[in-house]
């Protein structure tokens, strides 16, 4: 017989656990295990790359509420005569309006979307959580099933979350899963009580499948031009804003190259405006999520990526795939990715040596073919990570 496995996400946006759950669900054996993914929401460009074998569960009937305007939401369960929903809107819209931190807004908000969404009826052989927060409440608090594993997909102590929500949800934990050792060692100093609970599952990548889809004709990539990309959500812990000071830098020193950034998110204006006040509107293009990222990253001259903080930057790996170029700041797992000077350039944030080590790499074509050909990915990455799913799931 099938054993029954479940995964729970947000959504099928464009973001690393999404692809890394898409690419783990088409490796998946469907005559071993019959799969059950939830999401909050059915949006998301990836949702037409789940395989047809897994089965998607309906959406919460009432989160809809929580992701639509907050008049809109409080007037139509008004109307319905839904007084409890309506008024744990209202909560809600207080909450993210009063708390500063986003990651503790979504904590905290929990108390308030778990009154409104039903059990998952069905009994699963394990349930996986694919994101900290929202996800892992949900495995606990809503859904039966043998063993509950957890995640915490980046650095805990970095986004400032509050570890006095998490501790009764770790404690009835079978397992949570990180992504790389620096984030095991800060998780377990966080969270001594549960060291042992605590392992690393690196997020999946399909390299077969990278290289295929970076072969896809694409219109509006500058041609002739120096160019830099980046995939990654326009959010506060993408530093894409420090990148404008990069760009403005560059510029300034005649030097002609273009940057394009892959994503979306609520730092949008943000970057626009700093983009406008240093009149950079033709070097620097936001062109949004893209279903397929990776023929912008073969055709790129260098990869950029500037982070607060990575569980496991999948969108690096990616690049390390297709033989990229590669510059990063230092952010906590950066040398887990490449080492400085060999297979890439780690750097520090400041905007001068970023730009520094960016206009070394225009002029010297040849450092660019030195870090390309050193660049290297595990061939067998996807089938170790997927024996570690499989063992967690047999033993």
């Known amino acids: 017989m099938k054993k029954k496995i479940l995964f729970v996400l947000n959504n099928l946006r464009v973001g690393g656990a999404e692809k890394a759950l898409i690419a783990l669900l088409h490796e998946m054996d469907f005559s071993r295990y019959e799969i059950d993914v939830f999401l909050f929401s059915h949006d998301g460009n990836f949702l037409k790359r789940l395989p047809e074998q897994v089965n998607l569960l309906p959406a919460p009937k009432n989160f809809k509420y929580f992701d639509r305007s907050t008049k809109s939401a409080i007037f139509q369960n008004l109307k319905k005569g839904n007084f409890s929903l309506a008024l744990d809107r209202w909560k809600f819209s207080k909450l993210l309006n009063t708390e500063k931190n986003d990651a503790v807004a979504e904590q905290k908000a929990w108390k308030l979307l778990k009154n409104h969404i039903e059990n998952v009826n069905e009994e699963y052989e394990v349930a996986f959580s694919f994101l900290e927060k929202t996800p892992n409440y949900f495995i606990i608090d809503k859904v039966k099933a043998k063993k509950k594993i957890l995640t915490v997909m980046t650095d805990y102590q970095s ?40 392992i690393i599952i690196e997020n999946m990548i399909s390299e077969k499948e990278v290289c295929s889809l970076a072969e896809e004709k694409i219109e509006d990539f500058p041609e002739n031009t120096f160019t830099m990309v980046s995939v990654g959500r326009l959010v506060e812990g993408k530093l894409h804003e420090v990148g404008v000071e990069v760009m403005k830098i560059l510029k300034d020193k005649n030097l ?64 390390r795939i297709l033989k990229k170029c590669i510059v990063l700041n ?66």
């Open 256 to 319: 002609t190259l273009n940057w394009l950034i892959l994503g979306e998110g609520n730092r949008r204006k943000s970057i626009e405006d700093k983009i406008k006040v240093y009149h950079l509107e033709k070097y620097v293009t936001l062109l949004g999520e893209r279903d397929n990222p990776y023929p912008y990253i073969k055709k790129a001259d260098v990869f950029l990526h500037l982070s607060k903080f990575e569980g496991y930057g999948i969108a690096i790996a990616e690049a």
């Open 330 to 395: 230092d952010f906590n797992t950066a040398s887990s990715h490449i080492k400085n000077g060999f297979d890439g350039v780690i750097t520090s944030l400041n905007p001068v040596e970023i730009a520094s080590e960016i206009e070394k790499l225009m002029l010297d074509k040849n450092l660019r073919k030195k870090y390309e050909q050193n660049v290297s990915f595990d061939k067998d990455f996807a089938q170790k990570i997927l024996k570690k799913i499989e063992n967690i799931i047999e033993n």
């Open 159 to 198: 986004l400032g979350m509050q570890k006095e929500i998490d501790v009764p949800y770790f404690e009835k934990a079978n397992q949570i899963f990180v992504l790389s050792e620096e984030n095991k060692a800060s998780l377990q100093q966080i969270f001594p009580e549960f060291r042992e609970k605590i």
